[in-house]
DNA sequence: CATGAATGAGCATTCATTCAT
DNA sequence: TATGAATGAATGCTCATTCAT
């Protein structure tokens, strides 16, 4: 019965969650679809939650340990997304096309998450030391394993560093989804992975193939 | 001598720059190597400056304007090397290749520049209307040109949309030097462009005929 | 026992008022016997409290609010006053008079409250947005009613407006008073009164049986 | 040639005042026709003179003497416009009522002079130190010489204090004419003037006869 | 006659955070 | 589990004013 003891897990955690607990998560969640996590002050967060300010200092230790409490959160039900959605695919370009597409579908329905994640939290100067940052390395590194793996295969090629495929593709990514974001425009996952993934594997170059028929 | 003319006009006009404002701009940039520009304090920088708070809000509307000043300088700095850089240079990938040099070069010589730039600004919610934006906006579109004078050539693949390849493009730098700042690294930008170049040119699949090979 | 019940509710809700917030209303008070408002810092407020300025800002708006707070006490109790003092009077012109005794002898009893209200809160733009100035408002009604009664018993004319001759009363009140109060004169609201209402009820004119007196 | 002895006066006075102090004063008139006294700074008076702020200093010992400068200059036209205003009118009501009427006329048709006097200054501490005030004193005297002028010929009542008549004229004025500028109204001194003498003259009082009339 | 440059001192306000109850 | 009360420390910014040129 293992379903049976996750479900059984998950009931209890929940329920062991004190409410006011959540309800400071929940309002801070909201509040951060309005606005920037600096503008947003423990105050507001405890009004807008019912609470008060000191409940907070109960639950977390810091205004930004709330934050990246949230941040856990989605980084978790990511990671798990990914993990799941890896499963049962074959060949490095059709898992890294999913990565791909799992992660730009992430930051299409969840904006608050990606608005905060790659921008909010960069300022924080030991954001680099926090826990959330070592989630997100995680998934970095799987992107990395996944790109060696091609190379071992010889599917990918060998004469770049792996390193710098993976800042390019994660980097892309990021460009692409942090634009879509700041201007409130719709992220089409489909769309967008179809062409990265263009991108990535074949690059901009037209194959010679055509440059011979445009020659002639 | 009209040349002679024109050097003296320009010297006076850098020395009629007030001193108190000269040396407010200067104690910025200095602190900004050491510290976040949020956590640096008007005090500080008119205390390193050797002027007074107000003498701050004499010349810049704000603290934030008189960052934009700062960034601004570095742009235009910057504009006017890569327009240098481009000249004489024949063929969109050669052009390319020079301009994400450049591009990295930048960042590796200008790091407070590249922090402040990448990090720092995304932060303040107007950033997208402030001045600094329309000349970062001004570059980005020289790169765009740039892939739309290849895809008409047809050098460049025309089932990609040009956009999403900047975004790529532009993606790929920030996230590689980001890094690279964010940790100290060194920046090389030779190696750099030479890896990325392939990247984004022919993409991270091996090549059919070493496919072929590897099959064999 | 419900009015000891009340009382005590009363009592309570007094002594509820959180003791930072009275020290604070208190320190203000004291204050402004000694000098201006304009002249008078938050800091000194929270010093002379024995709190923190923070603390002002947790229970009022604004240095502005905590003023209105105060005025709007005064005023409270000044209604009360005078609501208790008109009952049992009969005759316009008793009433009058009494209402004018009243008003003198608030502010001969309460100078710091005279000065804040005839003075101070003028120059601020938006007085006449304020609810200070709606209480004040509905004294000033409480006065034009009298008048309107009166000229509704042929008791006062109604070839002067009502209005006007309000204006006339209160603004020699308030001429009186203040002068008194700028220059640190003592107020006598008998003496006062009775000067003021010969004047207001029989004007300046000496009286045609004197005059003709006189004219002989 | 008295004439052209005062033309030749008026010339060279305007003559002489230096062109920068002409500005600022001109600068502040049209200023304090937008907003308060204190709401105006001397950066603003400077730029809308077309002047630096320094040369405010070079005539004015402060901003405050700036404003009673101006004061003055109103005070003296004032004078100026009653003394002529009271020529040649016999009887002390007559004399009063030609009084009260420029004293309106020139609130109502100098709302600016009218609001800094009545309103701005009387928060200056050392307003009743200033040479202002004594100008206005001067004024206040020629109206309590009428009323004591009046009690010796008879005309006026000796049961009244004459200062108390005084406060109550003056302060029954500014009290109509505060209200009116406060909220804009307009300001009829044909009318108020007649009013107003109603009001001092024969007191709010319907006179016996009528009373008797209503009585019947 | 006028200015450009610079200043000194003040000051309201914000906010995260703590602690006794 | 939650709160009411209070705080400490910081900080951006304003403004009148001065002085050498």
Redesign the interface.
């Known amino acids: 019965m293992p379903a049976a003891a996750e479900n059984t897990a998950k009931t209890l955690k929940q329920k062991s969650l004190p409410p006011g607990r959540v309800k400071i998560v929940a309002s801070l969640k909201t509040l951060l679809e309005e ?2 996590f ?2 947003i002050t423990t105050a507001e967060i405890a009004k807008n939650a019912g609470v008060t300010e000191a409940l907070i200092y109960k639950y977390f230790k810091d205004k930004r340990d709330l934050l990246h409490q949230i941040l856990s959160e989605y980084l978790e039900q990511y990671r798990a997304q990914i993990t799941h959605d890896l499963r049962g695919i074959n060949g490095v ?1 059709n898992k890294l096309r999913k990565l791909i597409w799992s992660h730009i579908n992430v930051y299409a329905t969840n904006r608050v998450f990606a608005k905060v994640l790659l ?2 939290v ?2 924080y ?1 030991d954001y ?1 030391k926090s826990e959330t940052y070592e989630r997100v390395k995680e998934y970095s590194d799987i992107v990395l394993k996944l ?1 060696e793996e ?1 190379v071992q295969n ?4 060998d ?3 792996p390193k ?2 993976r ?2 593709i ?7 989804c942090l ?1 879509g974001i ?2 409130g425009r719709k992220i089409d996952p489909d769309d ?1 992975t179809e ?2 993934c ?10 010679p193939s ?2 011979a028929d ?1 020659e002639l």
């Open positions: 606005k920037d600096g503008a370009f921008i909010e960069r300022n100067p680099y790109i091609g010889k599917d990918i090629r004469d770049i560093s710098l495929m800042y390019g994660l980097g892309s990514i990021e460009q692409v634009t700041t201007f967008l062409q990265l263009e991108f990535f594997f074949n690059g901009i170059m037209n194959p055509k440059i445009s």
